[in-house]
C-alpha cells in the first residue's frame, strides 16, 4: 500500500506550544455605586433659574363692539353737497334721402386707364449669329495685334582708351618734404646737480611701527 502525501503536510507540522503566561497583574475596573459628589466650576457658576414669561404688549385682537348705535355718518355725506344738472343739447338725427341719379359704377383706375392698344416693344437684344464649324479660325488677339514684336539692339560698350605712361622722372616729394625740413639741434645740458652715492649701511630687521609703538605697551582707553 503506498500512502501519498503532500510536501506541505510533510514539510510544516503543528508544533505543540503553550501560551506564555502574563507577567502583568489583572486590573478589573469596578464602577462605583455612590454617586459623584464633586460639582464643576459650570454648575457652581451657573444656577439654574425658573424662567418668567414676559409681559406682552401686543394688544388683544379681540373687537370690541360699541354699545352706541350706528349713525352711518361719513365725511362724504357731511361735505358733499349735491347740485342739480343742465340738459344734454341733444342733435336731430339726419334722414338718409337717395338721389335720383344713375350710379355709374366708375373708379379713378377705371376712369383714367382706358386700355388703349399700343404699339408693342421692340427686342433691344442683338441677333445671335451661330458660329458654324467649317469657319477658319485666324487666332489673332487684340494683344498680338497691337504689341507686335521689334528688334532690341545690343548695348553699346564704351572704348577704354589705353594707358600711356608720362615721359622723364618722376618727383617723390610731397606737401611734407618741403615744408618741413630737417634741423639739427643741440643737445641741452641738465641744469640739476650730480647725484651723490649713499653710503651702504645694514638695514634694521625690524619694523618702524614695531619700534615706535614697544614702549606704549597696551592701547589706553583715549576717546577721539
Known amino acids: 500500500m503506498i500512502l ?8 510544516y507540522r503543528a508544533y505543540d506550544l503553550h501560551k506564555s503566561e502574563l507577567y502583568k497583574p489583572e486590573q478589573t475596573f469596578h464602577p462605583p455605586t455612590v454617586k459623584f459628589g464633586n460639582s464643576t466650576t459650570f454648575q457652581d457658576d451657573f444656577v439654574p433659574q425658573e424662567i418668567k414669561p414676559r409681559q406682552i404688549f401686543k394688544p388683544s385682537s379681540v373687537v370690541k363692539r360699541s354699545t352706541a348705535p350706528f349713525n352711518g355718518i361719513t365725511s362724504h355725506r357731511l361735505d358733499y353737497i349735491p347740485h342739480q344738472l343742465e340738459l344734454k343739447f341733444e342733435r336731430p338725427k339726419e334722414v338718409c334721402k337717395p338721389t335720383d341719379q344713375r350710379f355709374e359704377d366708375l373708379t379713378t383706375h377705371r376712369y383714367d386707364f382706358q386700355g388703349l392698344i399700343g404699339e408693342t416693344a421692340k427686342i433691344c437684344r442683338p441677333v445671335h449669329t451661330r ?21 532690341i539692339p545690343s548695348p553699346e560698350v564704351k572704348k577704354v582708351p589705353e594707358y600711356v605712361p608720362p615721359t622723364g622722372s618722376m ?10 625740413v630737417p634741423c639739427q639741434a643741440n643737445h641741452v645740458v641738465p641744469i640739476r646737480p650730480v647725484s651723490q652715492r649713499r653710503k651702504q649701511f645694514s638695514f634694521p630687521r625690524k619694523k618702524h611701527h614695531e619700534g615706535r609703538f614697544s614702549s606704549m605697551g597696551k592701547w589706553s582707553s583715549r576717546t577721539y
Open 4 to 11: 501519498l502525501c503532500f510536501n506541505f503536510q510533510d514539510d
Open 131 to 151: 458660329v458654324t464649324q467649317s469657319a477658319h479660325f485666324e487666332g489673332n488677339t487684340e494683344f498680338r495685334e497691337c504689341f507686335q514684336p521689334w528688334e
Open 171 to 180: 618727383l617723390l616729394n610731397s606737401t611734407s618734404h618741403p615744408d618741413y
